[in-house]
């Protein structure tokens, strides 16, 4: 039986930079995955003949070379990538727009301020109090006890129309509860978006997946590709070995699953926590990609990197009612970034909603492609509301489509419901009621390109090398 | 190995790990942190780069050992004679 010092589960971002870490220190480290593809949430597809992202909107964490202390230049110091390497282009710029209202934001935090003081003149002196509330709070420990971020907030602001504008965007890209959050996993996504910022690598998603690969071959590390691990024979306590989907059992002093906590816990052979525990997340997306012949700046849409619209009296977040909740989304422009002279060569816009697993998941084939079609354009159009008017046709002007729902998330990275930023709770110091079993990833509790390569530093550092 | 190729030998490391960081003129006596970018992350790296490429061990005690140049040549000149 083969025998490793670690077995990772999953070839995702955390995955494969936690191998990372663990082969340069000469680990015998092997990864595995059960799809074809590496990037788990943050891949890439190919149909007909075009590249699709699926996961990366912009990277979030931006900051320039040389700043000290930065989540982005710490994991790449960890992982010895340069930032030439990851060749990343800035956002031009983004907003959050509500009725009546926009807030745009881009990598300097002074645009947002002077734009909550253009909106919202009284509350600036409790804008000022979040802000240095946010930067007093130690993002680094690990155990910081909950608190619900919505109370810290009202006692800084009143009005609850900026209350919501703040939380949108911060809850698009990284909530797994509903309509509030940690203020721990807040204050790290508000760093993320608003003090530092939005980058993309010109070439997408793509470009850092196959650094990160290149540098784990470099350093000697075993991938194993349509390698599914189908369960772990727990032994007094410990996982003793790993099952593979074809029946091969394998052996790790150290297992590390990226894969959802409870994934995790049902990969196991023996129940191990309640069921109450295991409770999968009930955020699910659906998302629209329209490619388009020309730049969106020919059709007066050449602004905006990305916008967060909500179209009612208060922000939802939470499980759709309907197949896609159309009353807020998230609209990014993969063109609208500083790429220098060579744009893409086509225009994408994406729309990313809402949406309801159950619904789509008992769908038949037949109307799953039906109310697909339908959704798209009511997508499109609840998207097109909050941006600049264009006489566009959009039927004849799209020349490519596509679309996932929870059901197409759930079906390539097994992720249960679909729910990407997967379970409520979170195992911050990444351990298990299982000795040797680790959690890094998306239920660790770091999200986003950069967090989820953090996540996976920080947990091979801390369970498998020291 | 004398105490200056000793000190090449750790900001060899160090230049590996924090490839951005200025090294051309760290003061020998003066803590790491003070003049460079490094946190605990860094540190740790420091640590197994020493067993990884030299096959020198630093137990977590004495870690505090690390703290400057003239420090680190101290503590560590004489593991590296200790190897031959």
């Known amino acids: 039986m083969e025998n490793y010092d670690v077995a990772i589960i999953g070839a995702g971002m955390s995955g494969i930079a936690a191998g990372i870490r663990l082969a340069h220190f000469g680990k015998k480290v092997c990864i595995f995955e059960r799809h074809y593809a590496p990037g788990g949430l943050n891949s890439f597809y190919f149909k007909e003949g075009r590249k699709y992202d699926v996961g990366l909107h912009a990277m979030t964490n931006f900051v320039k070379p040389g700043v000290k202390r930065a989540p982005l230049n710490r994991i790449l110091r960890q992982l010895r990538i340069s930032r030439e390497e990851l060749n990343l282009s800035e956002q031009l710029g983004s907003r959050v727009a509500f009725p009546g209202r926009n807030l745009r934001f881009n990598n300097e935090f002074g645009l947002l301020e002077s734009e909550v003081e253009r909106e919202f003149r009284n509350e600036m002196d409790g804008f000022r109090k979040l802000v240095e509330t946010i930067q007093a709070f130690d993002d680094t420990e690990f155990n910081y006890p909950y608190q619900s971020a919505r109370e810290v907030v009202r006692r800084c602001i009143t009005d609850v129309v900026l209350e919501d504008m703040i939380f949108c965007p911060l809850m698009y890209y990284g909530s797994s509860t509903e309509d509030d959050m940690d203020f721990g996993q807040f204050v790290v996504m508000f760093k993320s978006i608003f003090f530092e910022g939005f980058a993309r690598p010109q070439e997408g998603i793509r470009n850092i997946i196959k650094l990160l690969l290149l540098r784990y071959k470099e350093a000697g590390g075993i991938r194993r590709m349509k390698t599914g691990v189908a369960s772990f024979k727990i032994e007094k306590g410990r996982v003793d070995r790993l099952i593979l989907d074809s029946g091969e059992e394998v052996q790790a002093d150290i297992v590390l699953s990226s894969v959802g906590l409870p994934e995790t816990y049902s990969l196991c052979s023996k129940k191990i926590v309640s069921e109450t525990d295991i409770k999968a997340g009930r955020l699910s997306f659906a998302e629209t990609i329209s490619i388009f012949k020309d730049q969106p700046s020919s059709f007066n849409w050449g602004n905006d990197t990305i916008v967060f619209f909500n179209n009612r009296d208060r922000f939802a977040y939470r499980e759709a009612r309907e197949p896609v909740d159309l009353t807020s989304g998230v609209i990014c422009i993969p063109n609208n970034f500083d790429y220098g002279e060579t744009n893409l060569t086509e225009g994408i816009v994406r729309v990313t909603c809402l949406a309801n697993y159950e619904t789509w998941k008992m769908y038949t084939e037949e109307e799953y492609n039906s109310e697909k079609e339908n959704w798209r354009s009511r997508i499109w159009n609840a998207a097109k509301a909050f941006m600049p008017p264009n006489s566009l046709d959009y039927s004849k002007y799209c020349i490519a489509h596509d679309m996932f729902t929870p059901k197409t998330v759930e079906h390539f990275t097994w992720k249960q419901r679909g729910a990407i930023y997967g379970a409520p709770r979170k195992t911050k110091d990444g351990t298990t009621p299982v000795s040797n079993l680790f959690i890094c990833g998306t239920d660790q509790g770091f999200l986003g390109i950069v967090g989820s390569m953090l996540s996976g530093i920080a947990m091979a550092n801390t369970h498998a090398l020291r | ?84």
């Open chain 2, 1 to 84: 190995m004398t105490k200056d190729e000793c000190k090449q030998v750790v900001l060899d490391i160090i230049a590996e790990i924090a490839p951005d960081e200025e090294l051309s003129d760290v003061k020998p006596e003066v803590a790491l942190r003070e003049q460079l970018d490094l946190d605990s992350m860094d540190f740790l790296d420091i640590v197994m780069e020493l067993r990884k490429k030299h096959g020198i061990e630093v137990p977590e005690g004495e870690y505090g050992n690390l703290v400057s140049l003239e420090s680190c040549a101290e503590y560590l000149t004489p593991k590296f004679d200790a190897l031959v």
